[in-house]
Protein backbone atom coordinates (compact mmCIF):
# COMPACT_ATOMS: atom_id res chain seq x y z
CA UNK A 1 0.00 0.00 0.00
CA UNK A 2 1.52 3.49 -1.09
CA UNK A 3 1.40 6.09 0.99
CA UNK A 4 0.22 8.19 -1.24
CA UNK A 5 -2.93 6.50 -2.75
CA UNK A 6 -6.04 7.75 -3.04
CA UNK A 7 -8.12 8.65 -0.14
CA UNK A 8 -11.28 6.65 -0.07
CA UNK A 9 -14.65 6.46 1.68
CA UNK A 10 -17.24 3.68 2.29
CA UNK A 11 -20.51 3.54 3.32
CA UNK A 12 -21.86 0.69 4.94
CA UNK A 13 -25.31 0.16 6.15
CA UNK A 14 -25.51 -1.07 9.20
CA UNK A 15 -28.31 -3.19 10.63
CA UNK A 16 -28.93 -4.29 14.15
CA UNK A 17 -28.03 -1.81 16.41
CA UNK A 18 -30.09 -0.84 19.35
CA UNK A 19 -27.88 1.31 21.80
CA UNK A 20 -24.47 3.55 21.80
CA UNK A 21 -22.78 0.49 23.29
CA UNK A 22 -23.44 -1.02 19.64
CA UNK A 23 -22.46 2.11 18.19
CA UNK A 24 -19.58 1.79 20.27
CA UNK A 25 -18.28 -1.70 18.98
CA UNK A 26 -18.88 -0.97 15.76
CA UNK A 27 -16.71 2.02 15.62
CA UNK A 28 -14.19 0.27 17.47
CA UNK A 29 -13.95 -2.49 15.34
CA UNK A 30 -13.68 -0.45 12.22
CA UNK A 31 -11.18 1.53 13.28
CA UNK A 32 -8.75 -1.40 14.09
CA UNK A 33 -9.23 -1.95 10.01
CA UNK A 34 -6.44 -2.06 7.75
CA UNK A 35 -6.29 1.54 6.04
CA UNK A 36 -8.60 3.29 7.97
CA UNK A 37 -7.83 6.97 9.27
CA UNK A 38 -11.97 7.50 10.42
CA UNK A 39 -15.01 6.18 10.97
CA UNK A 40 -18.32 7.98 12.26
CA UNK A 41 -21.13 5.24 12.96
CA UNK A 42 -24.99 6.33 13.22
CA UNK A 43 -27.47 4.81 15.15
CA UNK A 44 -30.19 6.60 13.57
CA UNK A 45 -29.07 6.11 10.02
CA UNK A 46 -28.14 2.58 10.59
CA UNK A 47 -24.97 3.18 8.58
CA UNK A 48 -21.04 3.23 8.91
CA UNK A 49 -18.96 6.01 7.18
CA UNK A 50 -15.84 4.81 6.85
CA UNK A 51 -12.51 6.77 5.23
CA UNK A 52 -8.98 5.77 5.19
CA UNK A 53 -6.26 4.31 2.42
CA UNK A 54 -6.27 1.04 0.55
CA UNK A 55 -9.46 0.25 1.98
CA UNK A 56 -11.01 -3.33 1.37
CA UNK A 57 -14.86 -2.73 1.35
CA UNK A 58 -15.71 -6.67 1.64
CA UNK A 59 -13.38 -6.74 4.67
CA UNK A 60 -15.16 -3.89 6.38
CA UNK A 61 -18.26 -5.30 5.82
CA UNK A 62 -17.31 -8.66 7.51
CA UNK A 63 -15.60 -7.05 10.67
CA UNK A 64 -18.95 -5.88 11.81
CA UNK A 65 -20.49 -8.91 10.53
CA UNK A 66 -18.25 -10.88 12.80
CA UNK A 67 -19.43 -8.87 15.56
CA UNK A 68 -22.96 -10.21 15.29
CA UNK A 69 -24.55 -7.00 13.25
CA UNK A 70 -26.20 -7.27 9.75
CA UNK A 71 -23.57 -4.78 7.43
CA UNK A 72 -23.51 -4.36 3.53
CA UNK A 73 -22.05 -1.84 1.16
CA UNK A 74 -24.38 1.32 1.07
Known amino acids: MSLFSAKQTVTLS ?8 CVARVTEALEAADGVTS ?5 EQENAVVEGRGLDAEALVAVVN ?4 QASLA
Open 14 to 21: VLGMHCPK
Open 66 to 69: ELGF
Open 39 to 43: VQVSL
